[in-house]
T-cell receptor, first 111, second 112 residues
Framework: GQNIDQPTEMTATEGAIVQINCTYQ??????LFWYQQHAGEAPTFLSY????GLEEKGRFSSFLSRSKGYSYLLLKELQMKDSASYLC????????????FGAGTRLTVKP | DAGITQSPRYKITETGRQVTLMCHQT?????MFWYRQDLGHGLRLIYY???????DKGEVPDGYVVSRSKTENFPLTLESATRSQTSVYFC???????????FGSGTRLTVV
């Protein structure tokens, strides 16, 4: 089986930094993904980690620890447009390499 | 237009009716996927396809049928719609070995 857990909701202030955590359990880990989804829209790809460590891409960074089954998405210099749901997803070799998603974290950025 | 398109964008149907949701991509991506998204469950995989004429079940396939006679099209059919199939349906595609998926805009289906 595969469990992917992330907080349901978070709130942060414009200009601040926020960290969204994701924990997972999987038998055949083959990559962890973060997607952004604005209300009523399609998810869009943000980041991919397959090795331990931090991947930085502009204001967004993603971290992975395979031994702990843990990842986080770090958003810096928050902007109002960052208000969205952030979906953590894991690819599992024992599940036909399918990508399975967590329920998502709804982030609200306040002025 | 290049990309991945879904139709219709919104659909209301009655219990027991057959409904087909369309997905079309212009990139010739090998892989295509159907997900449903419900509050509290996130995205759940219904079916996927690795190439034309190759399809396989995902996490929640019951009540759905897919086909892929052409690389660019991957329709999803609800043979006899039920209220529990009220959801937002997303189609996605990717190249073999690619990191992420590209999603269509979604179809909001309501079964009454």
């Amino acid at each position: 089986g595969q469990n992917i857990d992330q907080p349901t909701e978070m709130t942060a202030t414009e200009g601040a930094i926020v960290q969204i955590n994701c924990t997972y359990q999987t038998s055949g880990f083959n990559g962890l993904f973060w997607y952004q989804q604005h209300a009523g829209e399609a998810p869009t790809f943000l980041s991919y980690n397959v090795l331990d460590g931090l991947e930085e891409k502009g204001r967004f960074s993603s971290f992975l620890s395979r031994s702990k089954g843990y990842s986080y998405l770090l958003l810096k210099e928050l902007q109002m447009k960052d208000s969205a749901s952030y979906l953590c997803a894991v690819r599992d070799l024992t599940n036909n390499n399918d990508m399975r998603f967590g329920a998502g974290t709804r982030l609200t950025v306040k002025p | 237009d290049a990309g991945i398109t879904q139709s219709p964008r919104y659909k209301i149907t009655e219990t027991g009716r057959q409904v087909t949701l369309m997905c079309h991509q212009t990139w010739s991506h090998s892989y295509m996927f159907w997900y449903r998204q419900d509050l509290g469950h996130g995205l759940r995989l219904i079916y996927y396809s690795a190439a034309a004429d190759i399809t396989d079940k995902g996490e929640v396939p019951d009540g759905y049928v897919v086909s892929r006679s052409k690389t660019e099209n991957f329709p999803l059919t609800l043979e006899s719609a039920t209220r529990s199939q009220t959801s937002v349906y997303f189609c996605a595609s990717s190249e073999e070995g690619a990191y992420g998926y590209t999603f269509g805009s979604g179809t909001r289906l309501t079964v009454v």
